[in-house]
């Protein structure tokens, strides 16, 4: 595709269940982050891959968040047992490196904990 | 650590006026610097970025931004705003590879 995919656009849950966002980065790019974004605040940083591996997952808030990535493909953020604080957009993005290329961002996944 | 400071939370211009957005920075070593901007209800898109040479970077929509190593500052600016430039804009940061940091956000208000 031309741009970065994620999905679901929208996902509203119950407190305590599980949910799983996906991105489709860039075709060949190699590094791949995700954000998280609440309402009116800038973009945190959860955690960047490198390939399929995870040089940097500093920024995950707790044991319940969790990410993978195949390959140099498709990224899975999972978040086991939400709380309402875990209401934001999600945003994932990729770049052909890690080093000094722009981040190129999907419109991201608007979680809403109930 | 790194870390990005947008001192501005809004920052109000007429159109055809010059405008400036703030940012400084703090990283240890040599920084690489992004600018990016959030129309609403949209993703992030990449305005310019600051690597190395020239301190004063040109980008997209007219943009342009002057690294101050002195100051460790990195200003977006534009000598005629307009309106259609209203929107929420992003300093970044990183040192070497891996995680890119944000600032927290300016809103550029441009009215007619």
């Known amino acids: 595709g031309a741009g970065v995919s994620q999905s679901p656009s929208n996902k509203v849950t119950e407190k305590g269940k599980d949910v799983e966002l996906r991105c489709d980065p860039i075709s060949g790019h190699t590094a791949l982050y995700w954000y998280r974004q609440r309402l009116g605040q800038g973009l945190e940083f959860l955690i960047y891959f490198q390939g399929n591996s995870a040089p940097d997952k500093s920024g995950l808030p707790s044991d319940r968040f969790s990410a993978e990535r195949t390959g140099e493909s498709v990224s899975t953020l999972t978040i086991q047992r939400t709380q309402q604080e875990d209401s934001a957009v999600y945003l994932c993005?990729?770049?052909?490196?890690?080093?000094?290329?722009?981040?190129?961002f999907g419109n991201g996944t608007r979680l809403t904990v109930t | 650590a790194q870390s990005v400071a947008q001192p501005e939370d809004q920052v109000n211009v007429a159109e055809g006026n010059p405008l400036t957005v703030k940012c400084t920075y703090s990283?240890?070593?040599?920084?690489?610097l992004f600018w990016y901007v959030q129309y609403p209800n949209r993703g992030l898109q990449f305005l310019l970025k600051y690597i190395t040479g020239d301190n004063l970077v040109k980008g997209s929509y007219g943009f342009e931004a002057e690294f101050n190593k002195s100051q460790t500052s990195f200003h977006l600016k534009k000598p005629s705003a307009l309106v259609s430039d209203s929107a929420l804009y992003f300093c970044?940061?990183?040192?070497?590879?891996?995680?890119?940091?944000f600032g927290q956000g300016t809103t550029l208000q441009v009215k007619p």
């Open positions: 990283v240890s070593g040599n920084p690489y």
């Open positions: 970044a940061v990183r040192r070497g590879t891996g995680k890119l940091i």
């Open positions: 993005a990729s770049s052909q490196d890690s080093l000094n290329s722009p981040l190129h």
